[in-house]
């Protein structure tokens, strides 16, 4: 490990208590059983499909079934069906928001964490921000990066040496801008994101979605 890049974070699914579907809020599944019941979620922006007793949302260029009466989240027509903790965690929260909102807030401009309100105390220690992961792992591979990130919807954009943005969802999207190591400087990788996010998350969700990106890739 490069000194200069410090203590990688650790993955938080290696606790055995933010390991399953099943675990997350129960209000929180409560309230996507009541979105599904509600006349109104075919006006949510985002929400492709209901039916009795599922939603269907995009989610990083693939569709996830939803089925809260089961607390589970399922990757239609995907090789590895089943979410991951983090994934499940932020569309809860996700589905939470827009079931007072119906829909998200509008792009204003892009910030990193330390921006956001009480971020630079936040994401220190162990909520250090997962994009130390890809600084490490694409050190110089800036372009295996652009290449992976296809896989998950990811696009090339003007921003670091290596930039791309995700479509996360319509109207949630994250940027990764990474920067190779050189004989100077060691690699660093930053996430962008627009300054809503939090006004849709709190910091922890924010920081669980900086984990899922860096595990996808």
């Not at 569709?63 to 607390?71: E, F, G, L």
């Not at 007072?100 to 971020?119: A, S």
């Not at 660093?188 to 920081?207: G, M, T």
Request: glycine share 6%; proline share 7%.
């Amino acid at each position: 490990m490069n000194p200069l890049i410090g203590e990688l974070p650790t993955d938080p699914e290696t606790n055995a208590r933010y390991s399953h579907l099943k675990q997350l809020n129960p209000e929180w599944w409560q309230r996507a059983v009541a979105l599904i019941a509600t006349p109104l979620t075919d006006q949510i922006t985002g929400i492709l499909k209901t039916t009795e007793d599922t939603l269907e949302i995009p989610w990083f260029n693939r569709v996830v079934s939803i089925h809260p009466a089961t607390r589970t989240m399922n990757y239609i027509g995907d090789r590895q069906p089943q979410l991951r903790y983090q994934d499940g965690l932020v569309i809860l929260a996700l589905l939470n928001y827009l079931t007072k909102h119906r829909q998200l807030p509008p792009d204003t401009e892009l910030i990193n964490e330390n921006h956001l309100t009480g971020g630079t105390t936040f994401f220190r220690g162990p909520h250090l921000m997962a994009s130390v992961i890809l600084a490490q792992s694409y050190s110089n591979k800036g372009g295996e990066l652009i290449k992976k990130s296809r896989l998950w919807g990811g696009q090339p954009t003007p921003y670091g040496e290596f930039g791309v943005k995700f479509e996360i969802f319509p109207g949630l999207n994250w940027t990764i801008a990474l920067w190779e190591s050189d004989p100077e400087f060691p690699a660093r990788a930053q996430y962008l994101f627009d300054r809503k996010l939090d006004r849709i998350f709190q910091l922890d969700i924010i920081w669980a979605l900086g984990n899922l990106v860096a595990a996808k890739l």
